[in-house]
């Protein structure tokens, strides 16, 4: 099964496809945590994205395809994968159309905007596996360490109030068009965002049917 997430930033994308992960096995891939990789470890990937992603704005398509080919490449994926995080426009969409991807079910966790900005503001993300923690909705046990690895949970710099605003325009300028784009082929359901992670997890499942 190909599934992929769809939302604004902060809608919980992440959160959910780590969930479906859990549930059924099949690799959850997040190009947002590959690029913060990337530009952790100083790659050419990374040099290349790291001030589109400053700004809030997307990163060049053929940076991300490029990424994104290689780990769909790989051996877990070979049975299906969840994308979080992309396609990301109308043209990513398209390129995976030309990879010969088929996608089975398209997931938009909605969430409306004013929402948005309250819950990156308690968002922290380790620096070490990526694993995501919320000050209030999801604590870690020791505060600012990650219960999986232990590395150091921490603000992630896009989470800035100014920069969730630009990744909120982006969004609805590039990302939102998805919806007719994965509708128009019947593949397209939206999930609404709860107020408790559980509630919406319990929605998304009922979803995917999983
Ligand atoms: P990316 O990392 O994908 O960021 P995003 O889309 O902005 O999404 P987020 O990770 O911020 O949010 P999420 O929806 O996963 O929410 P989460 O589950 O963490 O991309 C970052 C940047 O990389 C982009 O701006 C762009 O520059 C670049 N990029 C990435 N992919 C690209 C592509 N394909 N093309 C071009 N550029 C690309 O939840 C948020 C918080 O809320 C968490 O703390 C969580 O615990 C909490 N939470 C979750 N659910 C709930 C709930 N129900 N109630 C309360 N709190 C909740």
Do not use: W
Request: aromatic share 6%; glycine share 10%; proline share 4%.
């Amino acid at each position: 099964m190909n599934l992929i997430f769809l939302g604004a930033p902060g809608a919980g994308k992440g959160t959910q496809a780590e969930f479906v992960r859990e549930k059924t096995g099949i690799p959850a891939i997040s190009t947002g945590n590959m690029l913060r990789e990337a530009v952790r470890n100083k790659t050419s990937a990374g040099l290349a994205a790291k001030e589109y992603m400053d700004r809030g704005d997307l990163v060049p398509d053929e940076v991300v395809v490029g990424i994104l080919k290689d780990r769909i490449g790989e051996d877990d994926a070979g049975n299906g994968f969840i994308l979080d995080g992309f396609p990301r426009n109308v043209r990513q969409a398209e390129i995976l159309e030309e990879m010969g991807v088929d996608i089975d079910l398209v997931i938009e966790i909605h969430v409306p905007d004013e929402k948005i900005c309250a819950r990156m503001s308690g968002r922290r993300v380790c620096e070490k596996c990526g694993s995501s923690y919320h000050t209030e909705y999801k604590p870690a046990k020791i505060e600012g360490k990650c219960d999986l690895c232990g590395g150091d949970a921490v603000q992630r710099d896009d989470d800035k109030p100014e920069t969730v605003l630009s990744r909120l325009k982006t969004y609805h300028e590039k990302t939102a068009p998805l919806k007719d784009f994965y509708a128009g082929k019947g593949k397209l359901k939206t999930v609404e965002g709860q107020e408790l992670v559980d509630d919406t997890k319990r929605l998304t499942f009922e979803a995917i049917g999983c």
